[in-house]
């Protein structure tokens, strides 16, 4: 039985990453069609009916919470790491977004040590610096192909580590669907006040990508909470590299967008560098 709830942990994992993928394709077509407020809008607005929903019949134990503080800040982290990613989806492709993204374990990794306590040794530091190496291929300041918004990717994966690092002080004393509800909700409600300033008349062809941003966006998060509930995160963490794949695809399909050589070389020694922390983790917890 415990290896048939890995075994489908694995499988929601990667359908997880399936569906953020497929989110960010909806986000980037809506990059030249819409403001990305809007675009952000309607992924945590969808998100917030979509839970509220589902917890509706005991919404009062859900709303209930013994770190609000935290909670806020967590969403708010969450909504920079969205507006970072769907701002530079203008300027920059799916498959250097993601490749950058995968720097987050990283970033975890150290802001772990400086706010948590937790060890950081030579390994984890080199494995640090390849990453950020791996970073610097894809990006390749000082070049042509070098764009600012891809500062923006990168300020992205800070927030989402900040959100990580914050959901792990946090520990396992609120539940997942109070996070969630949070995360959606306070987003909602600032968005709800930017979103008049910047709206921008949409067409009919439109609304399937603000609805699909917003449905595979939560289904993303629900099937992601499901995963984590049948199987440890450490086990997991090494799939969510599967998005490079669906990123790739998907660029092609959907955009005509070919990466080049050195995207493909960075990605592969960013994901080195994970893989190899993750190894080291995975390696002392079970001796």
């Known amino acids: 039985m415990a290896e048939n709830n890995v075994a489908r942990g694995i499988a929601l994992m990667i359908a997880a ?11 980037k077509a809506l990059s030249t069609r819409v403001d990305t407020v809007q675009t952000l809008w309607a ?9 509220a929903l589902i917890v509706l019949p005991r919404l009062r134990s859900v709303v209930h919470t013994q770190r609000l503080g935290l909670q806020v800040f967590r969403a708010f982290a969450l909504l920079a790491t969205t507006g970072f990613f769907f701002f530079g989806f203008k300027k920059m492709s799916l498959i250097e977004t993601t490749a950058l993204m995968q720097i987050s374990p990283i970033f975890i990794m150290v802001g772990a040590a400086v ?20 970073a610097m291929i894809v990006l390749r300041p000082g070049t042509d192909a070098f764009t600012p918004y891809a500062l923006l990717t990168l300020c992205g994966t800070i927030c989402y580590s900040s959100y990580a690092l914050a959901t792990r002080y946090a520990g396992r004393g609120e539940d997942v669907w109070t996070s969630l509800f949070y995360t959606g909700t306070v987003a909602t409600l600032v968005l709800c006040v930017m979103v ?5 008349p949409l067409e009919a062809s439109d609304l399937p990508y603000m609805l699909g941003v917003g449905l595979l966006g939560t289904m993303g998060q629900l099937l992601l909470i499901r ?3 049948m199987a440890p995160a450490s086990l997991l963490a090494p799939f969510t590299y599967v998005a490079l794949i669906f990123s790739t695809v998907w660029g092609v399909v959907f955009f005509d967008n070919y990466p080049d050589g050195p995207v493909y070389i960075g990605a592969l020694v960013i994901v080195g560098a994970g893989l190899y922390v993750w190894h080291r983790e995975t390696r002392v917890k079970t001796s």
């Open 17 to 27: 990453t399936l569906m953020f993928t497929l989110m960010d394709v909806c986000a």
């Open 196 to 200: 008049p300033f910047f709206w921008q």
């Open 227 to 229: 995963a984590l509930s």
């Open 43 to 51: 992924r945590y607005t969808v998100q917030m009916v979509v839970v």
């Open 115 to 134: 706010f948590l306590g937790e060890t950081f040794g030579f390994r984890r530091a080199a494995a640090a610096a390849v990453a950020l190496l791996g």
